[in-house]
């Protein structure tokens, strides 16, 4: 296709220079240093919006409706985009998918802050996720083009944001008392960032789309799924394992995990649901930071302990096993850090094990799998929160059913 020149100079700049003196050795450094927090900015924006929407869900639909719900709209429109990307994602320019990106978030987060029943809500949920998922499969494929610090920083930036989100979103509706709809409307702003990193900070890569081989005698489509089949079995699936359980446990689990207020730090029991979120994303912030210091080679391990923890988190939810609730604060942190931990380690694997020509198609294809793994968990939370909730209450615990 043509390139469009106002869109696709940034990336038509010159290399960095070689790193054969001590100039440009520090050039190289400053240039890496650009690379590794571009693509941390990038994660950050990315996220942020994701996250504060799934923190908000108990204000969104209150105590009665499950969360799988929003889980469901805020996760299936971008597993739509995952799954389809690889047959057209070719064809747009990286600058044009960042404009797409700002449009989308802005205009589904101003939905959501301004609904007042849920069909808009719905709506603004679904647009906000699509440019997630979006921006997902678009970000893990532009790191090809750029070293490691790409992938480091990515992988970090998205922890961060769930730490953000959910801090940000507990400090202002829970300490500072902001309404749900202003602290919305604030973080509805954060999209235009993007502008700032991509045409600003990240350096510029003269570089080829990913390809399908249009003029290939055989089908596109075919020649997609071909490419996409060696990646099932051991990055796919194991990612997938573990979104399925850390997401059933955040969503479908985690707002039956209640005790008596006066058992419970704090005002109401609606501000449980909320720390939960934001102890699990301290965990993923964690180990989402930690791959230059921690690697994991066996991606099921951590699918394997994250099915235990919902296990565990059913017996607690059905019959208390644990008396107070700081001992499950830990468990949160620790999901956080399975979780965090699959995702890096899984796009860390695909870099160093995938060849070169089919990385930057890999990357995109491999963010499928939490997408894929959230919609299976929501899917089934429609029925695990309803399910323990009744369960409940029916032994004289009805604190599922009380904001």
Known sequence: MPRLPWLMHRFNAPQPPSTGSYVSMALSRGSNLRVASSFWGFGLL???LYVVI?????DLVGATTPKGVVLLADVL????????????????????RIFCLVGLSFVGMQLVAAGN????????ICLASLSSGFGEITFLALTHFYDRNAVHGFSSG???????GSFLFMLATTVLHVSTRWTLILFSI???????????????????PVDVDLNSDSEPQIKTIDRIKPLVRPFIIPLMLVYIGEYVI??????????DLNDMPFAAYRDAYVTYSTLYQVGVFISRSSAPWVRIHQLYLPAALQLLNVGICILQSMFMVFPSIYILFILMVYEGLLGGAAYVNTYMQVTETVPAKEREFAMATVGMSD???????????LWLEPALCHYQMRHDRPWCQLT
Do not use: C, E, M, W
């Open 46 to 48: 990315n996220n942020v």
């Open 54 to 58: 799934l923190s908000a869900a108990i």
């Open 77 to 96: 429109p971008a597993l739509i985009a995952k799954v389809s990307a690889p047959f057209y994602i070719h064809r747009v320019p990286y600058p044009l």
């Open 117 to 124: 029943s849920f069909l808009p809500i719905i709506t603004g």
């Open 158 to 164: 998205t922890g961060a944001a769930g730490l953000v």
């Open 190 to 208: 954060s999209p235009f960032a993007f502008l700032l990193v991509f045409f600003k900070l990240l350096p510029p890569r003269d570089y080829v």
């Open 250 to 259: 955040n969503q479908g689990i985690s707002p039956t995990l209640l005790f």
């Open 371 to 381: 997408s894929a793994g959230i919609t299976l968990a929501g899917l089934l939370s």
